[in-house]
């Protein structure tokens, strides 16, 4: 698949029950795991893998009304009401977002490539993979 073609998908994401969905252009800038404590207990996990992109590729498609927001307008983690599933973080003052890649229905182009923030990742976790591992953000 060519460049172009890859950056004309768009994939389908939705949360737990439903209430939310959301489409994102396969467009990707990066794909990392994240193992601060902030991001294992919004998703209830030892880590989260999310994928980067620019604000203006992700959109809300069903259930807007349905966004529970923690944060202010321009770094904030959107969760559905209904059964709180995190499905995007706005970050870098509202420029771009942090797709959680489990809620993502398809699959990306892209795939994790280093583990963030791995000075306070879960002592009860291992990582077992060779992507690099960083103390904090490369």
Not at 14 to 24: H, I, K, P
Not at 78 to 106: E, P, Q
Request: charge should be negative; charged fraction near 20%; include cysteine.
């Amino acid at each position: 698949m060519n460049r172009q073609a890859i950056s004309d998908r768009t994939l389908a994401g939705t949360c737990l029950c439903g209430s939310v969905e959301y489409a994102v252009s396969d467009a990707f800038i990066y794909a990392m795991n994240c193992h601060c404590s902030k991001c294992r207990r919004t998703t209830g996990s030892a880590f989260k893998p999310f994928a980067g992109i620019e604000r203006d590729k992700l959109s809300v498609t069903k259930g807007e009304g349905n966004l529970l927001i923690f944060g202010d307008g321009d770094n904030h983690d959107a969760h559905c009401k209904a059964c709180c599933s995190l499905l995007y973080s706005v970050v870098n003052d509202g420029a771009l977002i942090h797709v959680a890649m489990g809620t993502l229905v398809d699959e990306p182009t892209i795939r994790p490539t280093a583990h963030i923030f791995v000075g306070s990742k879960a002592p009860w976790y291992t990582i077992t993979d060779n992507l690099p591992q960083h103390e904090e953000l490369p």
